[in-house]
């Protein structure tokens, strides 16, 4: 499995990555590009929305696969895409710790730093060759650490091309 370190010396096209938080008056909840890592944006909600509410998509992205609220490890399953789909990987979570995400069909792994009393929400894009595949995600996560997924299809973004 890769990590996202070893995502970047991959030659496969990915998005970039951030840990940003984004105010109300950011128009985009997506960070700028590069093509060295996942595209993650790591989104403090202050409260406004549970994790109990699984992450949302853009209207230009299609649904593969969601996992409600989950406290600890756990894997699920989403659906095959279009060819030249890239997936998005949404992950809402709130509890002291770091959890670790992995995508076995792209063998992309990411870690995702989930904050006590705050609620934060992360967009991964992945533009992997095999991304349209089905398959399957596995979360590692303290059991203090609760959260959701949303797993999506979708365009990778005009910058995110190589």
């Known amino acids: 499995m890769l990590s996202v370190a070893g995502a970047a010396m991959t030659s496969v096209a990915l998005a970039g990555c951030t840990d940003t938080p984004v105010t109300d008056d950011t128009p985009s909840r997506r960070p700028a590009p590069s093509s060295s890592a996942p595209a993650s944006s790591g989104q403090p909600d202050e409260g406004r929305v549970p994790v109990a509410v699984p992450p949302e998509l853009d ?7 969601q996992q409600p609220e989950t406290t ?6 989403y659906a095959e895409g279009a060819a030249g789909d890239a997936l ?13 995400v992995a995508v076995s069909t792209v ?5 995702v730093r ?30 203090g650490v609760h959260w959701s997924m949303t797993i999506g299809r979708g365009e990778l973004a005009a910058d995110d091309h190589q």
Request: proline residues 7%; positive net charge; contains cysteine.
């Open 114 to 143: 989930c904050l006590a009393g705050e609620t934060r929400t992360f967009y991964n894009q992945l533009g992997l060759s095999g991304a349209e595949k089905p398959g399957s995600v596995r979360v590692t996560a303290p059991p």
């Open 88 to 100: 998005i990987v949404a992950v809402r979570c709130r509890g002291a710790g770091t959890m670790n």
């Open 59 to 65: 209207r230009s992205e299609r649904m593969a696969g």
């Open 72 to 77: 600890g490890s756990a894997g699920f399953s």
């Open 107 to 111: 063998s992309v792994s990411f870690p």
